[in-house]
């Protein structure tokens, strides 16, 4: 167990990485929404769209922080419960790690919403089909599952609850983004 060795640094270096992978593809369908929010409304055009637009990507990314720092909270939480003997910080490091993994499907994505010329259409992974799909949830449970192992002192059986609850926390983003409509 190395709760010592977590370095503030490398914490804020893994929201950096998060905050950019959903930033390249907030910008790779920047062009949609600016679409879709001009042709739904013939009164807003130019700088209030563009504003609205910034406002919205930006409480995006700074709800992906929240959320994340929230769960770690949770986590620490039961990490009381069940003696893990870890700090905040390690259960920060160690979900913002885990998320890291899931995030870079972002990059992918961008990279088909940048070469797409269709301003009506974009490529979204909000099916929970393609949650199971995706084989970044699976590696970052296994990220999440050995760092745990590694930074706690929790029990066999506690981790996999964790990984459990990690994988059904991010079938339930999935479900209330189709909720949303986007």
Do not use: H, W
Not at 7 to 29: D, E, G, P, R, Y
Not at 80 to 107: E, P, R, V
Not at 135 to 145: D, F, M, R
């Amino acid at each position: 167990m190395k709760n010592n060795s977590i370095k503030t640094k490398t914490i804020l270096f893994n929201f950096l990485i998060i905050l950019s992978l959903v930033s390249l593809f907030q910008i790779s369908i920047f062009k949609y929404l600016n679409n879709l929010l001009t042709s739904s409304s013939e009164n807003l055009s130019g700088l209030p769209v563009l504003t609205i637009l910034i406002i919205v990507l930006l409480l995006n990314l700074l709800a992906i922080t929240i959320s994340i720092l929230i769960s770690s909270l949770i986590a620490y939480f039961f990490g009381i419960i069940f003696d893990a003997n870890a700090t905040k910080k390690t259960f920060i490091y160690i979900l913002s790690a885990a998320n890291i993994i899931i995030y870079l499907i972002n990059i992918p994505l961008s990279i088909f919403n940048f070469l797409n010329n269709n301003p009506t259409k974009i490529i979204l992974l909000n099916n929970p089909l393609y949650l199971f799909l995706n084989p970044l949830i699976y590696i970052s449970i296994y990220v999440l599952y050995k760092l745990l192992k590694q930074y706690t002192q929790l029990s066999q059986r506690v981790l996999i609850v964790y990984c459990v609850c990690f994988y059904l926390l991010k079938i339930a983003g999935v479900a209330v983004s189709q909720l949303q409509g986007l």
